[in-house]
T-cell receptor
């Protein structure tokens, strides 16, 4: 099976702009989770979608949003970009979702976002 | 989420065993212990998980203390490819369950 794919891999934006990142999960996986990774804060959970519904959300402002389509593909959007939003954004898919404690998360390579 | 404590960094020689410790003194009876690792310039990847008994797979072994307040990830023969940041994560039950990453242990492997 193909792994988790994320597009684009690199992105440069300026403050105030908005950005949309895309994630295609492994075929058959219904859960998609998003994480932000920065040198200062490490890996932080953003949100999880399961069957097109947001099931869990991390402690991020409302500028960060997401959605999931019927084919399980997911997008996340960041509006009014700030310099501090520069990070590696990682997507992970799993068959059953975060609620199953034994479920393995399969991560994509990430999208490197730079905000100037 | 219960917290985990790991050393910031460890070093190993290639082809020697590596024992990566993790303390989780506030673990609850239903928390699973998961290990992930992140190779340079890649997303994290699953390594192993367990509940009470020791576990083995093709990548590593997981030794869990009898009181479950600590665990050790064992790489039997480290290779240069094993150089990564290793994260020990506790996963609890319920819909609030999510992967909460700590700072992890950066493993350096030298020839």
């Amino acid at each position: 099976k193909a792994g988790v794919t994320q597009t684009p891999r690199y992105l440069i934006k300026t403050r105030g702009q908005q950005v949309t990142l895309s994630c295609s999960p492994i075929s058959g996986h219904r859960s998609v989770s998003w994480y932000q990774q920065t040198p200062g804060q490490g890996l932080q959970f953003l949100f999880e979608y399961f069957s097109e519904t947001q099931r869990n959300k991390g402690n991020f402002p409302g500028r960060f949003s997401g959605r999931q389509f019927s084919n399980s593909r997911s997008e996340m959007n960041v509006s009014t970009l700030e310099l501090g939003d520069s990070a590696l954004y990682l997507c992970a898919s799993s068959p059953h979702g975060q609620a199953k404690r034994t479920d393995t998360q399969y991560f994509g390579p990430g999208t490197r976002l730079t905000v100037l | 989420d219960a917290k985990t404590t790991q050393p910031n960094s460890m070093e190993s020689n290639e082809e020697e065993p590596v024992h990566l410790p993790c303390n989780h003194s506030t673990i609850s009876g239903t928390d699973y212990i998961h290990w992930y690792r992140q190779l340079p310039s890649q997303g994290p990847e699953y390594v192993i998980h367990g509940l009470t008994s020791n576990v083995n797979n093709r990548m590593a072994s997981l030794a869990i203390a009898e009181d479950r307040k600590s665990s050790t990830l064992i790489l039997h023969r480290a290779t240069l490819r094993d150089a990564a940041v290793y994260y020990c994560i506790l996963r609890d039950a319920g819909t609030a369950s999510k992967l909460t990453f700590g700072t992890g242990t950066r493993l350096q492997v030298t020839l």
